[in-house]
């Protein structure tokens, strides 16, 4: 019989198989006509990737975080449309219900989710609010037999086709979820253009207007939006987006890498010369490091460690950042082939840019990093 590990790590190969043949080698076609096909994520459905980490009887693969990761990268290497399709649909909004969902919403939503039969997405930025997302001006106010929600939300990846949406909104200072549906009276989204990377993730911005949501339709407790969904979903979004950037790294370096012993200047290989070999080897290095984070992070979320949820912002935080590193190196190393989408090191550089803006933003992540570094690493005898 098949042990659990060799069951998960077999689904991983199969996704890498799924990825050369469906996906790795149309990502700029995607980028051009501006949406991955509908058709692609279909067939991502049939396979069970929208719901890698779900468990089997809501239609998933049942992978733990470690392979959830390891599962995110083989994605994230080569089109981060997709990849952002499992970060939102997968692990902001699928795995956020699996946490906080009644019985029926997880019955109701989940497998048609894994099926693809709903494209699902993530409502909390607005126009006026990001990083400060407590402050969010969407409300929503109780009537008879329904809440009533109004607002705007921006930055909505998927949200152009999204069926389901989770939409925060507040009331009095205190905010609450709820499952909105495209076919509510009252939702209305428009596609935001002109992006830098990801032009076929269907980015847009929702209007709410006078939109009734059942009651039922709340995620988690009323008032308790931020502690019980926003928190949760974040650190889902967090720990898929550091896995994204160790994918965009390591994607780079070996395209770096590859390169290096290709071409050849003065006489001998890129690889010879002792300022392409500092790059390669800080990149190996970075990479090392961005990955043991992500394992760390991923293995603590497996015990359901409490301290996973600071590992993961680490992650993502570190991932990030050594994502734009590494692929502003292997853009470099490439010289002007890099700066052409003949090579896939145009696209990775500005790929990687989003992840340290998306999550929370790195000055954020710094935030909450020093708050836990300042508590945990306070030694009160210490005289100075
Ligand atoms: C491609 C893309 C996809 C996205 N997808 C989604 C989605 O699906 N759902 C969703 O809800 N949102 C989404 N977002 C929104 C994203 O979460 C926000 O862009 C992010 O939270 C930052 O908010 P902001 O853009 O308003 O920047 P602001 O909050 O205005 O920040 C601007 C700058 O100031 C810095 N800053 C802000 N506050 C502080 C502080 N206290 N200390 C130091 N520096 C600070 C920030 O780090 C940043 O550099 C997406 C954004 C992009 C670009």
């Given at each position: 019989m098949?042990?659990?590990?060799?069951?998960?790590?077999?689904?991983?190969?199969e996704?890498?198989?799924?990825?050369?043949?469906?996906?790795?080698?149309?990502?700029?076609?995607?980028?051009?006509?501006?949406?991955?096909?509908?058709?692609?994520?279909?067939?991502?459905?049939?396979?069970g990737?929208?719901?890698?980490?779900?468990?089997?009887?809501?239609?998933?693969?049942?992978?733990?975080?470690?392979?959830?990761?390891?599962?995110?990268?083989?994605?994230?290497?080569?089109?981060?449309?997709?990849?952002?399709?499992?970060?939102?649909?997968?692990?902001?909004?699928?795995e956020?219900?699996?946490?906080?969902?009644?019985?029926?919403?997880?019955?109701?939503?989940?497998?048609?989710?894994?099926?693809?039969?709903?494209?699902?997405?993530?409502?909390?930025?607005?126009?006026?609010?990001?990083?400060?997302?407590?402050?969010?001006?969407?409300?929503?106010?109780?009537?008879?037999?329904?809440?009533?929600i109004?607002?705007?939300?921006?930055?909505i990846?998927?949200?152009?086709?999204?069926?389901?949406?989770?939409?925060i909104?507040?009331?009095?200072?205190?905010?609450?979820?709820?499952?909105?549906?495209?076919?509510?009276?009252?939702?209305?989204?428009?596609?935001?253009?002109?992006?830098?990377?990801?032009?076929?993730?269907?980015?847009?911005?929702?209007?709410?207007?006078?939109?009734?949501?059942?009651?039922?339709?709340?995620?988690?407790?009323?008032?308790?939006?931020?502690?019980?969904?926003?928190?949760?979903?974040?650190?889902?979004?967090?720990?898929?987006?550091?896995?994204?950037?160790?994918?965009?790294?390591?994607?780079?370096?070996?395209?770096?890498v590859?390169?290096?012993?290709?071409?050849?200047?003065?006489?001998?290989?890129?690889?010879?010369?002792?300022?392409?070999?500092?790059?390669?080897?800080?990149?190996?290095?970075?990479?090392?490091?961005?990955?043991?984070?992500?394992?760390?992070a991923?293995?603590?979320?497996?015990?359901?460690?409490?301290?996973?949820?600071?590992?993961?912002?680490?992650?993502?935080?570190?991932?990030?950042?050594?994502?734009?590193?590494?692929?502003?190196?292997?853009?470099?190393?490439?010289?002007?082939?890099?700066?052409?989408?003949?090579?896939?090191?145009?696209?990775?550089?500005?790929?990687?840019?989003v992840?340290?803006?998306?999550?929370?933003?790195?000055?954020?992540?710094?935030?909450?990093?020093?708050?836990f570094?300042?508590?945990?690493?306070?030694?009160?005898?210490?005289?100075?």
């Open positions: 098949m042990t659990e590990d060799k069951r998960q790590a077999a689904i991983i190969e996704a890498k198989a799924f990825v050369d043949a469906e996906i790795r080698p149309f990502v700029n076609d995607f980028e051009e006509k501006g949406g991955v096909p509908l058709e692609l994520i279909r067939k991502m459905a049939a396979k990737y929208l719901a890698a980490p779900f468990p089997e009887k809501y239609g998933g693969l049942g992978l733990d975080p470690v392979y959830y990761g390891l599962f995110t990268e083989v994605f994230g290497k080569a089109c981060m449309a997709t990849r952002s399709l499992i970060t939102v649909h997968t692990s902001l909004v699928g956020t219900l699996l946490r906080f969902g009644t019985e029926e919403q997880k019955e109701k939503w989940l497998p048609q989710l894994a099926r693809g039969e709903k494209i699902a997405a993530f409502g909390l930025s607005e126009p006026d609010i990001g990083s400060d997302a407590k402050s969010i001006m969407t409300t929503w106010n109780e009537e008879d037999d329904c809440y009533v109004n607002g705007r939300k921006k930055w990846t998927f949200g152009d086709i999204a069926d389901v949406f989770i939409i909104a507040s009331n009095n200072g205190k905010s609450t979820a709820f499952i909105v549906e495209r076919s509510f009276p009252g939702v209305e989204t428009k596609r935001i253009n002109g992006l830098m990377a990801g032009r076929a993730t269907y980015l847009a911005e929702i209007s709410l207007n006078q939109v009734k949501v059942p009651k039922e339709n709340v995620l988690g407790k009323l008032n308790f939006g931020f502690e019980y969904i926003v928190s949760t979903a974040l650190d889902n979004g967090r720990f898929s987006i550091a896995w994204a950037g160790l994918a965009i790294a390591q994607e780079a370096l070996e395209a770096m590859s390169y290096s012993r290709s071409r050849s200047q003065f006489g001998n290989k890129l690889r010879s010369f002792q300022l392409i070999r500092g790059m390669i080897g800080d990149a190996v290095t970075k990479i090392h490091a961005a990955r043991a984070l992500c394992m760390r991923s293995e603590l979320r497996k015990q359901k460690d409490p301290d996973s949820a600071m590992e993961t912002t680490m992650a993502k935080y570190f991932t990030s950042k050594v994502a734009v590193d590494v692929a502003n190196d292997a853009l470099q190393i490439h010289g002007g082939n890099g700066f052409t989408n003949q090579y896939p090191v145009e696209r990775l550089y500005r790929e990687a840019k992840l340290e803006i998306i999550e929370g933003s790195s000055q954020i992540q710094q935030e909450i990093i020093s708050d570094g300042l508590k945990r690493y306070y030694k009160r005898s210490n005289k100075s």
